[in-house]
Nanobody
């Protein structure tokens, strides 16, 4: 059974930083393109960052230059370093395999106060 367990969210002030972690089990992330998604209240879930198997990365325009996605294949974990957080980054954050999506984890809540 594939599981993703996200952690590291919290309440921060505008301009602050957080590092999210996504621990995967049941799959080896080394063979998958992995992504971080977020969903704000009343909005659709959106992809914000992805890391391919060759460790190349892609970002949504809204987070480019502020967020960094990385992976530790040995730990089967994906990370999202978020800097210069803004109120519009407030959302629940989730990770998943992009091209072979699995069941969603519980997510981790990020709240940025102005």
């Amino acid at each position: 059974q594939v599981q993703f367990v996200e952690s590291g969210g919290g309440l921060v002030q505008t301009g602050g930083s957080l590092r999210l972690s996504c621990a995967a089990s049941g799959i080896r992330i080394s063979t998958y393109t992995m992504g971080w998604y977020r969903q704000a209240p009343g909005k659709q879930r959106e992809l914000v960052a992805s890391t391919l198997t060759d460790r190349s990365t892609n970002y949504a325009d809204s987070v480019k230059g502020r967020f960094t996605i990385s992976r530790d294949n040995a730990k089967n974990t994906v990370y999202l370093q978020m800097n210069d957080l803004q109120p519009e980054d407030t959302a629940a954050y989730y990770c998943n395999s992009i091209y072979v999506p699995r069941s969603w984890g519980q997510g981790t809540q990020v709240t940025v106060s102005s």
